[in-house]
């Protein structure tokens, strides 16, 4: 069946680099996403990476797709308190119909 | 604000009452779901639903009851619930069902 798993939890240093791993089990997804969740809030898109791409970066963020592993990973470069969040594997159904999360990986920033 | 507004933020209800989620998005969306976030859990899809129609329903049960008058708007009626309904309720907007979601900042459901 369908499934994103997702480690729990990640505690890193401020000004540290944050690596969030994820594993998919749906190869023919077009697209990846990654959501991120601040307390008391909704999910807001972070980020997301082509089915046809390696790597992407946005400023601080490096998105690396294997897709062999069906493994998935975002890189937050310098760390910062502010980036203390939840944050969401996503990917397609397979029915096309809607996302399926992981349960998230909680980052805490310590300064 | 990500155009997608939930109300109420917050909801208290006992086992017997009847209440009722809002959900409203001013993006031009066609596609609105319910999700379900409980502790420790991931993200359970509750409901879809594509040009007002419910294309999804996942294995809900009936005391969870959507609906969506039009386009922009969807509800999430209430009733009989039981304390392990407990939990953040997100509504979801995208333009496209496989299109990247926005959402709502939740409404926190306690049943006493």
């Known amino acids: 069946g369908e499934d994103v798993e997702q480690s729990l939890f990640l505690s890193v240093r401020e000004g540290d680099s944050s690596v969030i791993n994820c594993t998919y089990t749906?190869?023919?997804?077009?697209?990846l996403y990654w959501y991120k969740q601040e307390p008391g809030a909704g999910l807001q898109l972070l980020t997301y990476?082509?089915?046809?791409?390696d790597m992407k970066q946005d400023q601080r963020l490096t998105v690396l797709l294997n897709k062999k592993d069906k493994h998935l990973s975002l890189r937050i470069a310098d760390t910062q308190t502010g980036d203390s969040a939840i944050y969401f594997c996503a990917e397609p159904n397979q029915a096309g119909t809607a996302l399926i999360f992981g349960k998230g990986t909680t980052l805490s920033v310590s300064s | 604000e990500t155009g997608v507004t939930q109300t109420p933020r917050h909801l208290v209800m006992g086992m017997t009452n009847k209440k009722s989620l809002k959900c409203e998005q001013h993006l031009g969306h066609n596609a609105m779901y319910w999700y379900k976030q409980s502790a420790k859990k991931p993200l359970e899809l509750m409901f879809v639903?594509?040009?007002?129609?419910?294309?999804e329903n996942n294995s809900v049960p009936s005391r969870f009851s959507p609906e969506c008058p039009n386009s922009s708007h969807l509800f999430l009626h209430l009733h009989t619930l039981q304390p392990e309904d407990s939990a953040l309720y997100l509504c979801?907007?995208?333009?496209?069902?496989?299109?990247?979601?926005?959402f709502g900042q939740g409404t926190r459901l306690t049943v006493v």
């Open positions: 749906d190869s023919s997804s077009t697209y």
């Open positions: 639903y594509n040009f007002k129609e419910q294309t």
């Open positions: 979801a907007s995208s333009q496209d069902r496989v299109a990247e979601a926005f």
């Open positions: 990476i082509f089915s046809n791409m």
